[in-house]
T-cell receptor, first 116, second 113 residues
Framework: AQTVTQSQPEMSVQEAETVTLSCTYD???????LFWYKQPPSRQMILVIR??????QNATENRFSVNFQKAAKSFSLKISDSQLGDAAMYFC?????????????FGKGTKLSVKP | EAGVVQSPRYKIIEKKQPVAFWCNPI?????LYWYLQNLGQGPELLIR????????DSQLPKDRFSAERLKGVDSTLKIQPAELGDSAVYLC???????????FGPGTRLTVL
Protein backbone atom coordinates (compact mmCIF):
# COMPACT_ATOMS: atom_id res chain seq x y z
CA ALA A 1 0.00 0.00 0.00
CA GLN A 2 1.11 3.53 -0.73
CA THR A 3 1.30 5.97 2.16
CA VAL A 4 2.29 9.60 2.65
CA THR A 5 3.30 10.90 6.06
CA GLN A 6 3.58 14.52 7.12
CA SER A 7 4.95 14.54 10.65
CA GLN A 8 4.48 18.26 11.33
CA PRO A 9 0.80 19.12 11.97
CA GLU A 10 1.69 22.81 12.36
CA MET A 11 4.62 25.05 11.50
CA SER A 12 5.27 28.74 11.96
CA VAL A 13 7.66 31.09 10.16
CA GLN A 14 8.51 34.77 10.36
CA GLU A 15 7.80 36.81 7.27
CA ALA A 16 10.81 36.93 4.89
CA GLU A 17 12.43 33.88 6.50
CA THR A 18 12.76 30.31 5.26
CA VAL A 19 10.78 27.27 6.37
CA THR A 20 10.98 23.58 5.44
CA LEU A 21 8.00 21.22 5.50
CA SER A 22 8.69 17.49 5.77
CA CYS A 23 7.14 14.60 3.90
CA THR A 24 7.98 10.91 3.73
CA TYR A 25 6.26 8.33 1.58
CA ASP A 26 6.17 4.65 0.88
CA UNK A 27 5.55 2.95 -2.44
CA UNK A 28 6.64 -0.25 -4.12
CA UNK A 29 6.65 1.44 -7.53
CA UNK A 30 9.84 2.71 -9.13
CA UNK A 31 8.09 5.32 -11.25
CA UNK A 32 5.93 7.92 -9.62
CA UNK A 33 5.30 11.62 -9.19
CA LEU A 34 5.35 13.69 -6.02
CA PHE A 35 3.46 16.90 -5.45
CA TRP A 36 3.03 19.68 -2.96
CA TYR A 37 -0.39 21.34 -2.92
CA LYS A 38 -1.42 24.42 -0.97
CA GLN A 39 -4.94 24.79 0.43
CA PRO A 40 -5.84 28.25 1.79
CA PRO A 41 -9.03 28.82 3.80
CA SER A 42 -10.92 29.20 0.52
CA ARG A 43 -10.44 25.39 0.24
CA GLN A 44 -9.13 25.40 -3.33
CA MET A 45 -6.15 23.08 -3.71
CA ILE A 46 -3.41 24.88 -5.61
CA LEU A 47 -0.42 23.10 -7.11
CA VAL A 48 2.85 24.38 -5.66
CA ILE A 49 5.41 22.07 -7.21
CA ARG A 50 5.75 18.70 -8.95
CA UNK A 51 8.65 16.23 -9.03
CA UNK A 52 9.12 13.23 -11.31
CA UNK A 53 10.85 10.38 -9.46
CA UNK A 54 13.12 9.57 -12.41
CA UNK A 55 14.61 13.07 -12.33
CA UNK A 56 17.55 13.50 -9.99
CA GLN A 57 17.40 17.28 -10.15
CA ASN A 58 15.24 18.87 -7.48
CA ALA A 59 12.28 20.84 -8.79
CA THR A 60 12.10 24.57 -8.13
CA GLU A 61 9.32 27.09 -8.69
CA ASN A 62 10.26 30.66 -7.77
CA ARG A 63 10.49 30.76 -3.93
CA PHE A 64 9.54 27.09 -3.60
CA SER A 65 11.99 24.23 -3.93
CA VAL A 66 12.09 20.59 -2.92
CA ASN A 67 14.70 18.26 -1.49
CA PHE A 68 13.93 14.89 -3.07
CA GLN A 69 15.79 11.96 -1.53
CA LYS A 70 14.57 8.89 -3.44
CA ALA A 71 16.47 6.29 -1.43
CA ALA A 72 15.20 7.73 1.84
CA LYS A 73 11.70 8.27 0.35
CA SER A 74 11.75 11.82 1.54
CA PHE A 75 10.29 14.87 -0.22
CA SER A 76 10.56 18.13 1.75
CA LEU A 77 9.37 21.56 0.62
CA LYS A 78 11.43 24.70 1.26
CA ILE A 79 9.74 28.07 1.14
CA SER A 80 12.16 30.99 0.92
CA ASP A 81 11.38 34.63 1.70
CA SER A 82 8.05 33.63 3.26
CA GLN A 83 5.11 35.92 2.59
CA LEU A 84 1.84 36.40 4.44
CA GLY A 85 0.03 34.84 1.48
CA ASP A 86 1.92 31.59 2.01
CA ALA A 87 -0.16 30.88 5.12
CA ALA A 88 -2.23 27.77 4.33
CA MET A 89 -2.46 24.01 4.71
CA TYR A 90 0.21 22.25 2.69
CA PHE A 91 -0.36 18.72 1.46
CA CYS A 92 2.24 16.32 0.12
CA UNK A 93 0.87 13.82 -2.43
CA UNK A 94 2.08 10.74 -4.32
CA UNK A 95 0.92 9.47 -7.70
CA UNK A 96 2.07 6.08 -8.99
CA UNK A 97 2.59 5.10 -12.62
CA UNK A 98 1.34 1.56 -12.40
CA UNK A 99 -1.83 -0.01 -11.00
CA UNK A 100 -3.86 2.88 -9.65
CA UNK A 101 -1.95 5.36 -11.76
CA UNK A 102 -3.56 8.73 -11.70
CA UNK A 103 -4.78 8.43 -8.14
CA UNK A 104 -3.27 10.93 -5.72
CA UNK A 105 -2.44 9.71 -2.22
CA PHE A 106 -2.33 12.65 0.18
CA GLY A 107 -0.75 13.15 3.57
CA LYS A 108 -2.68 14.72 6.43
CA GLY A 109 -1.24 18.13 5.82
CA THR A 110 0.84 20.77 7.63
CA LYS A 111 -0.72 24.03 8.68
CA LEU A 112 1.72 26.88 8.01
CA SER A 113 1.37 30.19 9.81
CA VAL A 114 3.35 33.26 8.72
CA LYS A 115 4.04 35.94 11.34
CA PRO A 116 4.39 39.57 10.23
CA GLU B 1 -8.51 29.72 -18.99
CA ALA B 2 -11.38 28.92 -16.64
CA GLY B 3 -10.64 26.57 -13.79
CA VAL B 4 -12.66 23.68 -12.42
CA VAL B 5 -16.12 24.88 -11.46
CA GLN B 6 -18.14 23.31 -8.67
CA SER B 7 -21.56 24.07 -7.28
CA PRO B 8 -22.94 24.61 -4.79
CA ARG B 9 -20.14 25.92 -2.56
CA TYR B 10 -22.11 25.10 0.58
CA LYS B 11 -24.99 22.73 1.28
CA ILE B 12 -26.84 22.05 4.53
CA ILE B 13 -29.35 19.20 4.63
CA GLU B 14 -31.15 17.00 7.10
CA LYS B 15 -30.03 13.40 7.42
CA LYS B 16 -31.76 10.95 5.10
CA GLN B 17 -32.24 13.66 2.49
CA PRO B 18 -30.66 13.38 -0.97
CA VAL B 19 -27.99 15.79 -2.19
CA ALA B 20 -26.14 16.33 -5.47
CA PHE B 21 -22.93 18.10 -6.38
CA TRP B 22 -21.99 19.34 -9.82
CA CYS B 23 -18.58 19.71 -11.44
CA ASN B 24 -17.45 21.27 -14.71
CA PRO B 25 -13.82 20.41 -15.50
CA ILE B 26 -11.26 22.49 -17.34
CA UNK B 27 -12.04 22.50 -21.06
CA UNK B 28 -10.33 19.63 -22.85
CA UNK B 29 -9.53 17.64 -19.71
CA UNK B 30 -10.49 14.02 -20.25
CA UNK B 31 -9.92 12.77 -16.72
CA LEU B 32 -12.15 13.84 -13.84
CA TYR B 33 -11.87 12.97 -10.15
CA TRP B 34 -14.10 13.26 -7.12
CA TYR B 35 -12.38 13.43 -3.74
CA LEU B 36 -13.72 13.43 -0.19
CA GLN B 37 -11.92 15.57 2.38
CA ASN B 38 -12.79 15.10 6.03
CA LEU B 39 -11.88 17.79 8.54
CA GLY B 40 -8.17 17.79 9.31
CA GLN B 41 -7.38 15.19 6.66
CA GLY B 42 -6.04 15.08 3.14
CA PRO B 43 -8.42 14.35 0.24
CA GLU B 44 -9.27 10.73 -0.57
CA LEU B 45 -10.32 9.57 -4.01
CA LEU B 46 -13.93 8.50 -4.47
CA ILE B 47 -14.08 7.95 -8.22
CA ARG B 48 -12.05 8.64 -11.35
CA UNK B 49 -13.48 9.06 -14.84
CA UNK B 50 -11.68 8.86 -18.14
CA UNK B 51 -14.04 10.51 -20.58
CA UNK B 52 -17.44 9.06 -19.65
CA UNK B 53 -16.10 5.80 -18.20
CA UNK B 54 -15.67 5.32 -14.45
CA UNK B 55 -12.28 3.57 -14.41
CA UNK B 56 -11.79 3.51 -10.64
CA ASP B 57 -14.74 3.59 -8.27
CA SER B 58 -13.34 1.17 -5.71
CA GLN B 59 -13.58 3.73 -2.89
CA LEU B 60 -17.12 4.90 -3.69
CA PRO B 61 -19.70 3.66 -1.14
CA LYS B 62 -22.10 2.36 -3.72
CA ASP B 63 -24.97 1.73 -1.35
CA ARG B 64 -25.61 5.45 -1.07
CA PHE B 65 -23.26 7.25 -3.45
CA SER B 66 -23.56 7.44 -7.21
CA ALA B 67 -21.87 9.46 -9.90
CA GLU B 68 -22.23 10.11 -13.57
CA ARG B 69 -20.35 11.92 -16.29
CA LEU B 70 -22.59 12.21 -19.28
CA LYS B 71 -20.92 13.06 -22.60
CA GLY B 72 -17.55 12.99 -20.87
CA VAL B 73 -17.68 16.60 -19.67
CA ASP B 74 -19.71 17.65 -16.60
CA SER B 75 -20.13 15.30 -13.70
CA THR B 76 -22.62 14.90 -10.86
CA LEU B 77 -22.01 13.16 -7.54
CA LYS B 78 -25.10 12.15 -5.58
CA ILE B 79 -25.69 10.91 -2.05
CA GLN B 80 -28.99 9.26 -1.16
CA PRO B 81 -29.76 9.11 1.69
CA ALA B 82 -27.23 11.35 3.43
CA GLU B 83 -25.89 10.36 6.85
CA LEU B 84 -24.32 12.49 9.57
CA GLY B 85 -20.89 11.07 8.74
CA ASP B 86 -21.10 12.40 5.19
CA SER B 87 -20.41 15.93 6.44
CA ALA B 88 -17.19 16.87 4.65
CA VAL B 89 -15.78 18.79 1.70
CA TYR B 90 -16.28 17.22 -1.73
CA LEU B 91 -13.59 18.20 -4.20
CA CYS B 92 -13.60 17.79 -7.95
CA UNK B 93 -10.40 17.79 -10.00
CA UNK B 94 -9.50 17.32 -13.64
CA UNK B 95 -6.42 16.59 -15.71
CA UNK B 96 -5.52 16.30 -19.38
CA UNK B 97 -4.65 12.63 -19.00
CA UNK B 98 -4.23 10.11 -16.24
CA UNK B 99 -0.78 11.00 -14.98
CA UNK B 100 -0.89 14.72 -15.65
CA UNK B 101 -1.17 17.32 -12.91
CA UNK B 102 -4.62 17.50 -11.36
CA UNK B 103 -6.32 20.87 -10.99
CA PHE B 104 -8.90 21.25 -8.28
CA GLY B 105 -12.15 23.11 -7.94
CA PRO B 106 -13.12 25.11 -4.81
CA GLY B 107 -15.07 22.20 -3.34
CA THR B 108 -18.53 21.84 -1.81
CA ARG B 109 -18.82 21.87 1.96
CA LEU B 110 -21.65 19.54 2.99
CA THR B 111 -23.20 19.69 6.45
CA VAL B 112 -25.66 16.96 7.39
CA LEU B 113 -27.82 17.77 10.44
Amino acid sequence: AQTVTQSQPEMSVQEAETVTLSCTYDTSESDYYLFWYKQPPSRQMILVIRQEAYKQQNATENRFSVNFQKAAKSFSLKISDSQLGDAAMYFCALMNYGGSQGNLIFGKGTKLSVKP
Amino acid sequence: EAGVVQSPRYKIIEKKQPVAFWCNPISGHNTLYWYLQNLGQGPELLIRYENEEAVDDSQLPKDRFSAERLKGVDSTLKIQPAELGDSAVYLCASSSYRTDTQYFGPGTRLTVL
